[in-house]
């Protein structure tokens, strides 16, 4: 069974090294992707600063909708597809920011968003080619 994601939790790459570094706890969810256990942002954000890394917050929002009704394996797929979009930007975290159920016209939708989050340890955001050969490294 998927571990239960909600409006809040961090994924994170678990191959980077300061996750290692950190000691931090992530529950394995979709492919090299895990959730960051009993951390929101906001304690991450201050245990990273207090290792002299940073947490960068991407302003751009990415969200998919999927039909019917709420469910943990749906849920799982919509963030797969998240992941999927902004696999390409080379970040390695990513915040779920918000699943919302509606209807319309009698059907059930949901709408899963998301933000883009990066660790590194620079204050100046690394370019996509850095963040790229670093990837690449860890693989």
Request: with cysteine; net charge positive.
């Amino acid at each position: 069974m998927p571990t239960s994601v909600q409006v809040g939790s961090i994924l994170i790459e678990e191959q980077i090294p300061v996750a290692q570094l950190l000691g931090l706890q992530s529950q394995p969810y979709s492919g090299s992707w895990g959730v960051v256990k009993s951390l929101n942002s906001f304690a991450l954000d201050r245990k990273l600063h207090a290792a002299g890394w940073n947490f960068f917050f991407m302003a751009a929002e990415v969200e998919v909708m999927f039909l019917g009704a709420l469910e943990a394996k749906k849920i799982q797929n919509a963030l797969q597809r998240i992941l999927e979009k902004v696999k390409l930007q080379d970040f390695n975290c990513l915040e779920v920011t918000g699943i919302v159920s509606k209807r319309f016209l009698g059907l059930p939708y949901v709408t899963v968003s998301a933000h883009s989050r990066h660790i590194q340890e620079s204050c100046y955001l690394d370019s996509a080619e850095v963040r790229r050969s670093s990837q690449r490294n860890r693989e």
